[in-house]
């Protein structure tokens, strides 16, 4: 599955490696009002200067359905060059208050983080796995992950 291959990727035309700054990842839904706040939370939690940050409308829901596998197989492509070429060693699956892609309620869409954070661990063993919630405040409450 992981296809990605760092030192080719790291190597810039004239042979040279460009310098690997910190990266974590997060795994956001495509609403605009959630991707700021989570993002200046996790590099400050962190201590990275850059988020990679995929995609999806309701990721976690579409992760926990298992049904859009070629869309699960984008995401996975795209958490690899993010862990395996930006060395990151963090992953955080986001859901949020008022998601127009879940229509379930908050405790359904909640358990869907959950069930989604366990898939995305089994595939990064090594890998830091947070699970957070964005509330209506846009505070960031953990379902999973350390206490702070
Ligand atoms: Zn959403």
């Known amino acids: 599955m992981f296809v990605f291959d760092i030192l080719e990727a790291n ?9 690997v700054k910190a990266f974590a990842t997060t795994v956001n839904c495509i609403d605009g009002r959630v991707q700021r706040c989570v993002n200046e939370f996790v590099s400050k939690q962190e201590n990275v200067e850059y988020i990679d940050t995929i995609t999806l409308a309701g990721p976690s829901k579409v992760i926990s359905d298992n049904e859009l596998l070629g869309v699960i197989d984008n995401v996975k492509f795209r958490l690899d060059v993010s862990v395996n070429g930006h060395q990151s060693n963090y992953i955080s699956i986001v859901g949020h208050y008022d998601c127009t892609a879940i229509l379930e ?6 358990a869907y983080i959950l069930n989604s954070s366990n898939i995305i661990q089994s595939w990064f063993p090594d890998v830091r796995v947070e699970a957070l919630w964005v509330t209506e405040e846009f505070e960031i409450e953990k379902l999973r992950g350390e206490k702070q």
């Open 105 to 110: 309620d908050d405790e359904t869409q909640k």
């Open 11 to 19: 190597k810039f035309k004239d042979g040279g490696y460009y310098m």
